[in-house]
Structures are given as C-alpha cells and as structure tokens.
C-alpha cells in the first residue's frame, strides 16, 4: 500500500515535467475500495458465511510519450493489490492499454493497438440497454466505475485493432467529405477448427454545409479463410445511409435525420439459414433556441432478421455468473444477476462485442433489449426535452409505441408500449444558494402484450424502473448522498430458444413477480475535481427469486484519484 501512494505522489509531480519538454506525460489513474457486506435469506442458510469483507487498491500509470509533432505513443500498466495480500501475495501487474497514433504524410491520422470506436446506432455502437435511468448520488459514483473498468467512452466499443480517417476539403458546393476505417480482431485462430474472425468497416461522411450531412457505412464481421481446417466461412455485412437535413433561425430549429440499410449473414456451408433483412429509422426534430424546449417525433422498422452485432452486443451476458454471494440456501441455489449486481460487479460487463445474439432480462428492458438496433420491432416514438436558462429545471420523457414485424412461434403479434423520463432540480439555483443541492428522479415503464386464441400463446408483462436521488453540498466540497432505487416486474412472456447458427430451436415461458429495491446513503467530500473520497451505506432487497428472497446491507469507502 505504501508502495503505491508512493507511486501515485511520484507520478503526480511529473506532469509538469513533462509539459515543459513536451515529450513525456504520466496519466492514468488510482483507486481504493473498502467494503464490508452481510447477507441473509428468509429461506435460510447454514453453510455460507452470512458476512463478507474486502477490498483492493490498484493504480492504472501511463506514459504517453510524443516522439514528434505526427507521433503519440501510450503505455498503460496496472498494479492491483487485494487487501489481506503481503510480500508480493494479492499483488497483480497488467498491462493496461497500449497503442501508436498520429498524423502521416500531414494527412492521414492513423491508429494501431487499443482504439475505443463507434460509427452509427445501426452498425458500430454501444448501446447502454439495462441502466434506463441516469445516474446520481452514490449511483452515479458506482457507475463511473464500472465505466472507467470496462472502457465505456460516449458509446464506444474497445477493440485491439487499427483505424485510420482523413478528410477532403472543397472551395465550393461541398465543404468537406471525411473518410473513417477501422479492423479490429474477434478472436484468434486454433488452427484446426476456429478460423481467424475479424471485424473491419467505415464510413463516408459527406458535409454540405452546417446545415446538411450524409454518411454512408458499411461494417462486416468475417472469417479468414485458410486459417483453420474448416472451411465454413461466416460473416455478417451491414450497409446503411445516415442523413442529417437541418433549417432554422436564430430562435428555431428543426429538420429530419436517421439511418436505414441493409444486413445479411451466413455460413458458407450452409446457405439455407443465410439471413437478410433491411432497417428504417426517420427522425424529424424542432427545438426552441431561447427557451431550450425540444421535440422529435420517430419511426423505425427494424426487420426480424437483421443483424449488425456491432450495434446489437450487449455490455452485460445474462448467462455469466456474479461474483458476490453468487449461491445461497443450504441448496446452494445460483443467484441470478440482480440490479444491485449490475451497479456493484464491473466483471460483469463486457470489453468488446460478440457475434452472437446475446441474452437479455425481459424483466429489466422488454422493449429494446439491445437499443435502437433492437431487431423485430415497428412503430413510431415522441420524445421533449426542456433545460430554463438557470437551469433549475433540466428534463427529459420519451414515449415508444412498437410491435413485432413478425410473430414469433405464432402469427399474433407482441405489442410494446415504453415511457421513460428524467428531470434533475437545481434546488440551489432556484434559490440562488452558494451551496450545491440537485434532486433527481427517473422512471422507465415498460409493457409487452399479446392476445390470441390460446392461452399458452398469451404475453402480458409489465416492468418498472423508479430511480431518486439527491446531492447536497452541507460544508464547502462535503456532499451528503441519497438514492432510493425500485425494480418491480411482473408478468409472462415467450422467449426464444436459439442454437449456434442463430436459428429458433424452441420457446421458453418466462414468469416473473418480484421487486428489488435499494436504499443508499452517504457522503462524499471531492479534494479537487478529479480526487474524492466517499463512504455510503445501503440496503438491498430482492424477491424476484420467488421462494428464496434475499437482502444484502453493504457499507463502503471510495477513494478515487484521476491524473
């Protein structure tokens, strides 16, 4: 431990160092973690220890090293300590990040090594499709975290790969025309029965004026060839057309955009299970510049069978397990990932995409499990936003009205209604108080129904999500902490059951009436912008595990250091 506040001192004086050269920089970050959690179930359990205590303590350095004006290189390296290790016992050492970039020939910026990347919501984008509501107060401390662990950057994916753009620029009619490519590796090859698979793409991006853009993207995961014995090729190519028509004045603005295209996939060997489909998604938007109070108004037609795995990976498996009291009862029953979980545990995030339809909770997000690149859905939706000039008031409400393109197992059709909002008060300046003090509260509600002739066929599921919060700022840099947090869902649905090659084999019933819920305190006291400290308290109740529900009550400390 004293070895690494040591490092975290030496590293801090450097950068000053470094800026007057103009060569070297140190960056990265360090955190430490102490908690101490209980557990109990009504439905008892005499062989596991009802309590638990640990922690770490881990620092991310980097040396960014600038060779020339065109040239940056980056070096990340982790040292990690698990608290109750000694003389070297509990210590890790990883590398954390690695990558070369710059500017060739004054015209081309490339990148090589660890690259965080998207394109479009349809082709290359991470979606966040199981947190519905922003997060605030300890949430929001939580959250940071496990964004921070698992590269999530602005819906970006990290990839270890290259990618590469440079740009046109025109004296008339055109202003500019941009060029953006990218080849990232999905996994290796085991010479026998596992080919190479890659993943690579770009775009075009056309720029008239200010006021009119069109894109168009192409991405592909494929097989290399001749890498393995097997021979059947697979690959999954998604081509779309993004546009952005904007009018408008000083006090308005308005105009329509969105994104359609095409995707296919198949074995080579195997071309009756080849799937093609086609996406349309349309936009028209007007915001009120003085009164900043903005409408859209949206329709999509996402087909069955499109696929574009770049935009449709999740960031958590439903199928992984947690690893927190992940068994219980003297059954040692496996504990299903929980909200808690997904808030708490950054391993179950994932670092990177997979070519596989992921599984998903209904319970959590029914609706559009994997974001706007959702696949089997049609309708339109309505979305307002509105921020006051002092920014008392900062809100935000989107309403979708789907239903399935096809029936799945059945001709009926799945209807889905989804209403999601939040609004954030800036109590302090409604009253014009020096100290800080923001109340915040979300909602997501989400329906799924289908009525047949049937019973068995019959879907009625209802789930909402309900999220408050508030900070305030007692002392100068000293926040108190509140969350309340309520996930309740009830209800049937009909999932499918998919083998290897994406093919429906089967349904499954799933049945679910439980509520989770959290409340959370504590403080938090920032140093400076990038260094705090923070202790929260919280308890957690979960029932959706019918017979065997379960709390947890968890005390722990933050120490958070960003350089």
Known sequence: ???ILLIVIITLSFPSIGQQQKKVQFIGGARSLISVSDFSTDAGDSINPPKSSGGYA???????????????????????????????????????????????????????????????????????????????????????????????????????????????????????IEFNGFIARLNPSNFSTIMDRLYGGGNMVITQSKNAMIGLNHVSVFDVAGTAIDSNVYSNNVSTLTYDITFGNNKYKYGIDGESGISSSELALNQENKLDDYFIHARGYFNFKKTNLGFDLGYMNNGADFRSFGAQSKRI?????????????????????????????????????TDKVMQYNPAVNNVLPYGLSTFNRTGFY???????????????????????VRGQGTTALKSFNYLKSDIVLNVSNLLKWKKKLKLHAGLAYQTTNRSTEFVFEEVNLTSLTLNTSFEWEVIDQLYLLGNFFILQSSGTDQLPIRNSNDVIINYSSFNVDGMESNLAGGLKFNFSEKVYLALMYESSKNNFVLDNPYQFNQMAIYYIIKF
């Open 1 to 3: 431990m004293r070895c």
């Open 58 to 176: 881990l620092i991310d350095l980097g040396v960014k090293i600038r060779t020339n004006k065109h040239t940056e290189i980056l070096g990340m390296f982790r040292i990690r300590n698990e608290y109750g290790g000694f003389w070297g016992s509990g210590v890790a050492f990883d590398v954390r990040q690695l990558y070369v970039r710059g500017v060739a020939g004054n015209v081309v910026r490339y990148h090589i090594g660890n690259i965080d990347y998207k394109l479009t919501p349809y082709t290359f984008y991470n979606h966040n499709t199981d947190i519905l509501t922003s997060s605030h107060g300890s949430m929001a401390i939580k959250e940071s975290v496990f964004n921070y662990e698992s590269f999530y950057k602005e819906n970006t994916w990290r990839q270890q790969g290259a990618s590469a753009n440079f740009a046109i620029q025109f004296p008339k009619l055109i202003d500019e």
């Open 317 to 353: 498996d439903y199928n992984q397990q947690n690893n927190f009291f992940n068994r219980y009862t003297n059954d040692q029953i496996l504990r299903p990932v929980s909200m808690y979980d997904i808030y708490n545990d950054p391993t179950l995030y994932s670092v990177g995409i």
């Open 382 to 404: 309505f979305g307002m936003n509105y921020t006051d000039s002092s920014k008392v008031i900062e809100g935000s409400a989107k309403f979708y009205s789907l239903q399935e």
